[in-house]
Nanobody, 121 residues
Framework: QVQLVESGGGLVQPGGSLRLACAAS????????MGWYRQAPGKQRELVAA???????NYADSVRGRFTISRDNAKNTVYLQMNSLKPEDTAVYYC???????????????WGQGTQVTVSS
């Protein structure tokens, strides 16, 4: 099994920055894709940013230019640097990974428990 543990959420003022981290652990053969999603109250979960094992990235239009996703393959960790935060960025942020467990041939989708990000003055 693969476990994802997020860290780095919190309360920040508009215009501020936060850095989220998500570490994958367990019996892992490979991780193809890691990403961050978010869900605000009353809204559907949406993709924020994603990164493949070779470093290709994808961003939601609402965060492009403000957020940066990066990955440390040796540590099985993905980061989300969030700058110029806005109140509308307030949400629970979830880490997501598409990974192949050790001894398996299939890739499965895994989710972290979520971390709250609140942008408010």
């Amino acid at each position: 099994q693969v476990q994802l543990v997020e860290s780095g959420g919190g309360l920040v003022q508009p215009g501020g920055s936060l850095r989220l981290a998500c570490a994958a652990s367990g019996s892992i053969f490979s991780i193809n894709y890691m990403g961050w999603y978010r869900q605000a109250p009353g809204k559907q979960r949406e993709l924020v940013a994603a990164i493949t094992s070779d470093g290709s990235t994808n961003y939601a239009d609402s965060v492009r230019g403000r957020f940066t996703i990066s990955r440390d393959n040796a540590k099985n960790t993905v980061y989300l640097q969030m700058n110029s935060l806005k109140p509308e960025d307030t949400a629970v942020y979830y880490c997501n990974a598409h990974a192949v467990p050790a001894g398996d041939r299939r890739a499965y989708t895994y989710w972290g428990q979520g971390t709250q990000v609140t942008v408010s003055s």
